[in-house]
């Protein structure tokens, strides 16, 4: 059914076997059509279904958001492996298919999945860095974007597994091909990344955020990373060395960011980016700006008809913003505090104007109508 199909490389030293993972990539119909109708893309239940009858599956869930499937295989009967006395009782052996649409996503989910938790681990090292590692891409995060909005905040770097390894200083050849023998041995080449360094926060995941807290409760490796691995290097004085010169997080962004800007071509993306979420956000920074100059003492109903009028009054004028769109807050600040009296009693009589001809018109029309009601 499908040209490619592989499963990611395994954890070491694996004590039990919970699913089967399958990746699936370049549907055979679609390669090499055999009619017009075998060219068109299938939708991913009709795949899915295909897919339970091929593997005899019994039952089956359709995941759309994944583009993937998890499958309930009826245990071979005949399996030597379960004894004489085994129970009688059906077993299944649970696969989850995910279905690629890219072989450029196949090779990235194997990268990604590859040697059990490393990523899990590799992620909690780069995040302080403002990197992030998903099912996409390896991704660069805007820290000003970041605080309101964490997807829209990334900027991608790139999808390539080789390109990833390079930036974080890993090595490649040998380590990606089979599982590693032990965790020890998994756990040494994680610690060959260039943002890898021990210290007492990174060896306290109280420290970190919720990920890394929930990671301490499900993953035995994790724990073990925290409370084995990274203890036993303290104590032998190894990669202390390493990040001494940065004194904050901040300036480690920073740094990275501009080795990101370098490396990927990505400067033009990232300040884009930056500006155009700045441009969104002026008009609501403005408004605050305008309420915060006015005073807060003043009559209601004086002091909101004079924010109506005053933040129109500054949102249209194209003159409190420069070349590029942006609000001079200076000058803005120092229009509304120099003309909030002048503006405030003309906004205030038009609002009483307006406020007492609606009621006379009231009553002019109450009136007419009591005049005209039948006897």
Known sequence: MFLCVAAPIEGPEKKDYGDLDILVAMETRLVFPTSPQHGVPRGLEELAADIKTALNAERSIVNPYTNSMHLAIPWPKDDSQLGEDRDTTQRYIQVDICICKSMDQMFWALFKSAHGDAWTLLGSMIRPCGLTADDEGLWLRIPEIEKLDRKKSRVLLTTDPV??????????EGYWSEPFPTVDAMFNYIATCRFFTVNESSSDPSQDNSSTKRNMKTRPIFRKWFYDFLPRLRADGRFEQQHQSVSDTSELRVRVRDEAFRTFNVEPIY????????????????????????PDNLDPQFRGSLLSVIKKIVMDDE?????EGFYNKDMTR??????????????????SDAYYAGLQSKKLKNAHGSAIQPQ
């Open 319 to 323: 003159g409190f913003r420069d070349d």
């Open 334 to 351: 120092a229009f509304v505090e120099e003309n909030w009296e002048d503006i405030g009693k003309l906004a205030f009589k038009k609002y």
């Open 271 to 294: 300040w884009a980016q930056l500006k155009d979420w700045r441009l969104k956000k002026e008009p609501e920074a403005v408004k605050n700006l305008i309420k915060l100059a006015i």
């Open 163 to 172: 390109e990833v390894l390079h930036f974080l200083g890993m090595q490649v």
